[in-house]
């Protein structure tokens, strides 16, 4: 059964602290990963997507990596409006997609 | 652009009573989908529409949930009768066709009495 693990649950920052998000993940051949952030009382806002191990993409202080098991969001110099739960998934070849629990960061001044 | 749309935005009912969410997403897309979350966790698909057509619906509960998208545009999910354990956000999230990027409408939280 496919599988999208996500560590840690929470990670506190202070503001300029770098640090990475895991997701580790078990498909039956992968046809996507996904990163959203999501803010308390809102939908998943779209970040990224990653379909081969190696490709990386970028957005302001955020990056995201993939290889054939895990993928990581990199964040770099975190400011604190980037406080919130950043979600992975992935979707197989059968178009299953599943949902990571989310990691939960907070970045403090 | 407008966004995907969902009402209510809250519902607060009484078990065995129904209840129904609607769903607007953004136009031109044909890929419908309905999420379940629970507090703390990630969404969980509940169904899939391509148009008019139901594609996945694979964990959705048939017997007390049911949804429906006529003419491919909007979209309904109706729980009858509610459980205690049908407390969350039911999200709805739409894609164009051709791609796989989501996007996220902000959700409806029911709370079951």
């Known amino acids: 059964e496919d599988q999208v693990t996500q560590s840690p649950e929470a990670l506190r920052l202070q503001e300029g602290e770098s640090s990475s998000l895991n997701c580790s993940y078990t498909?039956?051949?992968?046809?996507?990963l996904f990163w959203y952030r999501q803010d308390p009382g809102k939908g998943p806002e779209f970040l990224f997507t990653?379909?081969?191990a190696g490709e990386e993409k970028e957005k302001e202080r955020l990056k995201a990596t993939l290889t054939k098991k895990e993928s990581f969001l990199h964040i770099t110099a975190p400011k604190p409006e980037d406080s919130a739960t950043y979600l992975c998934a992935v979707r197989a070849n059968n178009n299953d997609m599943r949902f990571g629990a989310g990691t939960r960061l907070t970045v403090k001044p | 652009e407008a966004g995907v749309v969902q009402s209510p935005r809250y519902k607060i009912i009484e078990k065995k009573q129904p209840v129904a969410f609607w769903c607007n997403p953004i136009?031109?897309?044909?890929?419908l989908y309905w999420y379940l979350q629970n507090l703390g966790q990630g969404p969980e698909l509940l169904i899939r529409y391509e148009n008019e057509e139901a594609v996945d619906d694979s964990q959705l509960p048939k017997d007390r949930f049911s949804a429906e998208r006529l003419k491919g545009v909007d979209s309904t999910l109706k729980i009858q009768p509610a459980e205690l354990g049908d407390s969350a956000v039911y999200l709805c999230a739409s894609s164009p066709q051709g791609t796989d990027t989501q996007y996220f409408g902000p959700g409806t939280r029911l709370t079951v009495l």
């Open positions: 498909v039956s051949g992968l046809r996507g």
């Open positions: 990653l379909y081969s």
């Open positions: 136009s031109g897309h044909n890929t």
